[in-house]
């Protein structure tokens, strides 16, 4: 089959190595320059299988009411004269109980599992390096209340397969001695040995080159201006090259819809209508001072609600979720507040350890911020849309990256007429099911 894959994230560039596993002939368009030029270049780096909770739990409202004025809140809804995030809004309060949670936590940690296969065949299959770190996660609390709370979380995960431990601030140090200057505030933490971390940029620009030398084509600086729909089917994709201004009409057996968050005002322009609104995030990476006190394990500080990852000689760090439009500017007072935090954090935690100064003081710290493609339930859609030839593989929010590898081999099953072997409700197979009764789609 013909196959064009709209979207070179990692979630597309892991549907066209995938696609092209199964025999297709897979053609990929991105207005990029490259691969992994938009939400999954810069992201916290974690393969975080077993920590997946979505965020719409029974607690979630009151929390967000009370972070909705601060602007260091972890998750900030800050509401905009457009009714479908305020729609959005409200099919994620549907979400905020513990019915929907658990459901919501089954899937997610099905997909995580496939994902965390599927990615270990890639690596195996291509040897693709990516600075990938396989000594687990921590996440460490510096409230007793928090601390508390994580311990039912716990055990509800250890309920669905997921091996989270408890650990008292001794253990913790005892896996992660780079914590230790910090351990007076630390309470108590959790730990996955089996999640891992590694750059999701690099993994998926050298899946996109290798997928080329295995035939694919990039188009990369094409930007998609429109589906063509004709009655009940796709027709054609009509896209420009940046750099000449001419525009194509592409057409294809298939077409996959992988453009992370800006894959639902294009859905939309065929009558596909999925919630999925982007999460603002930001990152900063920094130059290692001190190779011998920086943490190789993964963390998750639970007070300021962001991650860390040693990536080489660097270390990444990243959080915080702003719902609040299609605005990806480093350039506003917030988000040089959120930056600057994300610097000072790290200084407290591993005092001397980075280089945090500021570019003025002589530093030079790469700042980012991506849109995460969130959905109310935190579960991307992965299927076929009722318009035929139509399909989508978005809505991937906080573990894109996470589950990236697997909800590309998935597509390409879906696509080459396989069920793929997971409970998971796949769009347009198992409408409801677990999915949200949502969409028009
Ligand atoms: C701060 C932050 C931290 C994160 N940390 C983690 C983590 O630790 N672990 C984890 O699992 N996940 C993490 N994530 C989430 C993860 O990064 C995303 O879920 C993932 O990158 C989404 O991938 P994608 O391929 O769907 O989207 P993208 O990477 O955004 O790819 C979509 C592609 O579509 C292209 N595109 C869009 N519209 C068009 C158009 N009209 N024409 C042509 N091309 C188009 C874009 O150029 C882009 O390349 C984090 C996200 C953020 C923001």
Request: net charge positive.
């Amino acid at each position: 089959m013909k196959v064009l894959v709209l979207g070179a994230g990692i979630i597309g560039a892991s549907t066209a190595w995938h696609l092209l596993d199964k025999g297709h002939d897979v053609t990929v368009v991105d207005r990029q320059s490259g691969a992994a030029r938009e939400t999954s270049f810069a992201n916290a780096a974690q393969i975080s299988v077993s920590y997946c909770e979505p965020w719409a739990n029974a607690q979630a409202p009151a929390k967000l009411l009370k972070w909705m004025f601060r602007n260091d809140a972890p998750l900030l809804f800050r509401p905009q004269l457009d009714w479908r995030q305020w729609r959005w809004g409200l099919q994620f309060l549907g979400q905020c109980n513990d019915a929907a949670f658990e459901r919501n936590v089954q899937q997610l940690v099905a997909l995580g599992a496939y994902s965390h296969a599927a990615l270990k065949d890639v690596v195996r299959a291509t040897g693709i390096s990516y600075q990938r770190l396989e000594r687990g996660i921590a996440h460490y609390y510096t409230d007793q209340a928090s601390f508390d709370a994580a311990g039912h979380a716990a055990e509800l995960m250890r309920r669905y397969g997921v091996q989270r431990r408890v650990v008292s601030t001794a253990e913790l140090l005892a896996i992660e001695p780079a914590f230790q200057p910090f351990a007076h505030r630390i309470v108590g933490g959790t730990y996955t040995a089996s999640d891992e971390s590694g750059d999701a940029r690099v993994f998926t620009e050298k899946l996109a080159a290798r997928s080329a030398a295995r035939g694919a084509q990039f188009l990369f600086g094409h930007d998609v201006l429109r589906l063509e729909r004709s009655g009940g089917a796709i027709e054609a994709v009509q896209v420009r090259d940046r750099s000449s201004g001419q525009s194509q009409r592409l057409s294809a057996d298939a077409v996959v819809v992988a453009c992370g968050s800006w894959s639902a005002p294009l859905l939309r322009s065929v009558g596909v209508d999925l919630p999925i609104y982007p999460g603002k995030g930001y990152s900063a990476t920094f130059r290692i001072l001190q190779p011998e006190r920086a943490p190789f394990v993964s963390a998750i500080d639970d007070e300021v609600k962001c991650a860390m990852s040693r990536l080489g000689d660097e270390l990444r760090v990243a959080g915080t979720i702003e719902l609040s439009g299609y605005n990806s500017t480093l350039d506003t007072p917030l988000a040089r507040a959120r930056c600057r935090m994300l610097a000072e954090r790290v200084e407290q935690v591993l005092p001397g350890v980075c280089d945090t100064r500021s570019e003025a003081e002589g530093g030079n710290p790469r700042f980012w911020t991506g849109l995460r493609p969130a959905t109310p339930t935190n579960i991307p859609y992965i299927g076929r849309t009722r318009l035929d030839r139509l399909w989508v593989n978005a809505g991937h929010g906080t573990l894109g990256w996470t589950h990236g590898a697997g909800s590309g081999k998935a597509m390409a099953a879906l696509i080459s007429g396989e069920r793929p072997q997971m409970a998971f409700g796949f769009l347009g197979f198992d409408d409801g099911g677990a999915q949200l009764a949502h969409s028009r789609a």
